[in-house]
Nanobody
Framework: QVQLVESGGVLVQPGGSLRLSCVASGSIFRITVMNWSRQAPGSQRGMVAGITSRDLTNYADSVKGRFTISRDSAKNTVYLQMNSLKPEDTAVYYC??????????????WGKGTLVTVSS
C-alpha cells in the first residue's frame, strides 16, 4: 500500500506562484511514476504533470512553461512549482503514484487533493 498526502494549496493572485508538495509513505520502493492531476468544479479530472523514477517529465499543454514537477527521493516527496498562475488554474490538485511498469505490477494510488484558488 502507498499513502499520498498533498499540501500547499491556498488562495493566490493571478500571476503569482505556489509550490505544492506530495509526501508518499508505505511501499515507496514500488513507485516508478508520480503525477499531478487537477479537477475544477463540474469538470473532469485531467493530468497536469508527471515524473518518472529516472526524472523523465511530461506536462499538459495548458501548463507547459509555467509549471515544473520535481522530486526529492530522500524525502519521498514530489513537488509542483506553479508560476504565472491564471484563474483557469483554480482546481483541486491531486497527487498520484504508479507502481511497477505497464508490463508488470502496475497499481495506481491517489491522494485526497489540495485546493488551489487563483483569484484577485
Amino acid at each position: 500500500q502507498v499513502q499520498l498526502v498533498e499540501s500547499g494549496g491556498v488562495l493566490v493572485q493571478p500571476g503569482g506562484s505556489l509550490r505544492l508538495s506530495c509526501v508518499a509513505s508505505g511501499s515507496i520502493f514500488r513507485i516508478t511514476v508520480m503525477n499531478w492531476s487537477r479537477q475544477a468544479p463540474g469538470s473532469q479530472r485531467g493530468m497536469v504533470a508527471g515524473i518518472t523514477s529516472r526524472d523523465l517529465t511530461n506536462y499538459a499543454d495548458s501548463v507547459k512553461g509555467r509549471f515544473t514537477i520535481s522530486r526529492d527521493s530522500a524525502k519521498n516527496t514530489v513537488y509542483l512549482q506553479m508560476n504565472s498562475l491564471k484563474p483557469e488554474d483554480t482546481a483541486v490538485y491531486y497527487c498520484n503514484a504508479l507502481t511497477g511498469s505497464p508490463q508488470s505490477d502496475r497499481v495506481e494510488y491517489w491522494g485526497k487533493g489540495t485546493l488551489v484558488t487563483v483569484s484577485s
